[in-house]
């Protein structure tokens, strides 16, 4: 009975450099989410996504980032580019359907710090 | 713009009292309203969820109510423990329904 699996746990890059965050769901969950913990900050949405298709980017920044779930594997976060300012953990959550309201299962999140 | 307040950000209390930390939201058209714990460095732990048609909901010693009507949730903890010291975040489903919004926590230090 796994939960959500995140990987890396922590993650460092270089000012430049890529990063990719990966993200199984729980076992019978099609439906994932990514938010954004910025230090000091609070959980923001970014992106829901549900196998081959974006539902909702209404919070992912305009540029260098870019999210997808494919028919076989984890759902991937991409940061390209990443700037300092993208240093913040990274949760993702799950869900088993689309009801609005549905309870979401959070993962233990990928620490990114940019150096 | 559904918005999520918690107060206070921060409480540090003696081992053993009972203890309230409050959330309120703006938008009342809510599904439910979610109560999570965040340990330092680590993820979310999922400890209660209110429907909206619910008052109340407990697991051992903690209860959470709803007043979807005024917006406002509180989560009591009883007999607090040094290890219930983490953050508590409240958070409500808002947009689609499908992406929540949080609070930006209380933070609770239990002190032995």
């Known amino acids: 009975n796994a939960g959500v699996m995140q990987n890396p746990r922590h993650l460092v890059r270089r000012r430049g450099q890529e990063a990719r965050l990966r993200c199984s769901p729980m076992?019978?969950?099609?439906?994932v989410y990514w938010y954004r913990q910025l230090p000091e900050e609070g959980l923001k949405f970014m992106v829901y996504?549900?196998?081959?298709?974006?539902?909702?980017e209404s919070g992912m920044p305009k540029e260098r980032f870019s999210a997808e779930f494919p028919k076989e594997g984890p759902s991937i976060l991409r940061i390209q580019q990443v700037v300092r300012g993208d240093s913040a953990a990274y949760f993702c959550?799950?869900?088993?359907?689309?009801?609005?309201?549905?309870?979401?299962?959070f993962g233990p999140g990928t620490r990114l710090t940019v150096l | 713009k559904q918005e999520v307040t918690q107060i206070p950000a921060a409480l540090s209390v003696p081992e053993g009292e009972n203890l309230v930390l409050n959330c309120s939201f703006t938008?009342?058209?809510?599904?439910?309203l979610q109560w999570f714990r965040q340990d330092p460095g680590k993820g979310l732990t999922s400890l209660l969820l209110?429907?909206?048609?619910?008052r109340e909901q407990t697991s051992g010693r903690l209860n959470a109510s709803l007043d979807k009507s005024s917006g406002r949730s509180t989560l009591y903890i009883a007999a607090s423990q040094p290890g219930d010291s983490a953050t508590y975040l409240c958070?409500?489903?808002?947009?689609?329904?499908?992406?929540?919004?949080f609070g930006s926590g209380t933070q609770l230090t239990v002190l032995p």
């Open positions: 209110i429907q909206s048609s619910q």
């Open positions: 996504l549900q196998k081959e298709n974006i539902i909702d």
């Open positions: 959550a799950s869900s088993r359907t689309a009801e609005p309201g549905n309870e979401q299962f």
């Open positions: 938008d009342s058209a809510i599904y439910n």
């Open positions: 958070a409500v489903p808002s947009g689609s329904a499908r992406q929540l919004t």
């Open positions: 076992k019978g969950h099609s439906h």
